[in-house]
T-cell receptor, first 109, second 114 residues
Framework: SQELEQSPQSLIVQEGKNLTINCTSSKTLYGLYWYKQKYGEGLIFLMMLQKGGEEKSHEKITAKLDEKKQQSSLHITASQPSHAGIYLCGAPTGNQFYFGTGTSLTVIP | DSGVTQTPKHLITATGQRVTLRCSPR?????VYWYQQSLDQGLQFLIQYYNGEERAKGNILERFSAQQFPDLHSELNLSSLELGDSALYFC?????????????FGPGTRLTVL
């Protein structure tokens, strides 16, 4: 089975600071998804990366995929309280879909 | 709003009982996925249906079953419920059957087994 390890597990930052969340896969990645979840709510799709070296941005969030390292990073620039939540990476393997354990982000105003 | 709806939002029941969770996919989406999220196991893939047929199975217990109807809505049936089945159950939908297709998640059903 696939394992997706996220680091750090939790993050507390001051508003305005930059931060990075990493997702490392135990197997070859054939696509990597980033989702955000508010506690107890549904997952919100952020972005999908499919090719090695691919980088995508949406507003102040940028994600990159390093196929060789089997790793993806999510970078938030100038964090805001609205960025707070749990960030989950997900990836398909075979006929299943796996999620990482999540990174809990708190942004202090 | 993802366009995926789930009912009910909350469900409280007793051990040994049976419940049905319902999911309506986004308009035009043919695939429905079910996930279970608990504190100790995280988010786990249970099962996928595509256009009425089972497409993939994950960590779904034998006590659980699902189906997708001709109108593409799906139901997840959980029977002989145990305390450990208490969790958030999400469904997601996507346009096609491929696992690399973007999945859009519903708001979830919180199941509490007492």
């Amino acid at each position: 089975s696939q394992e997706l390890e996220q680091s750090p597990q939790s993050l507390i930052v001051q508003e305005g600071k930059n931060l990075t969340i990493n997702c490392t896969s135990s197997k070859t990645l054939y696509g990597l998804y980033w989702y955000k979840q508010k506690y107890g709510e549904g997952l919100i799709f952020l972005m999908m990366l499919q090719k090695g070296g691919e980088e995508k941005s949406h507003e102040k969030i940028t994600a990159k995929l390093d196929e060789k390292k089997q790793q993806s990073s999510l970078h938030i620039t100038a964090s805001q309280p609205s960025h707070a939540g749990i960030y989950l990476c997900g990836a398909p393997t075979g006929n299943q879909f796996y999620f990482g354990t999540g990174t809990s982000l708190t942004v202090i105003p | 709003d993802s366009g995926v709806t789930q009912t009910p939002k909350h469900l409280i029941t007793a051990t040994g009982q049976r419940v049905t969770l319902r999911c309506s996919p986004r308009s035009g989406d043919l695939s429905v996925y079910w996930y279970q999220q608990s504190l100790d196991q995280g988010l786990q893939f249970l099962i996928q249906y595509y256009n009425g047929e089972e497409r993939a199975k994950g960590n779904i217990l034998e006590r659980f079953s699902a189906q997708q109807f001709p109108d593409l809505h799906s139901e997840l049936n959980l029977s002989s419920l145990e305390l450990g089945d208490s969790a958030l159950y999400f469904c997601a939908s996507s346009v096609a059957a491929v696992r690399t297709d973007t999945q859009y998640f519903g708001p979830g059903t919180r199941l509490t087994v007492l």
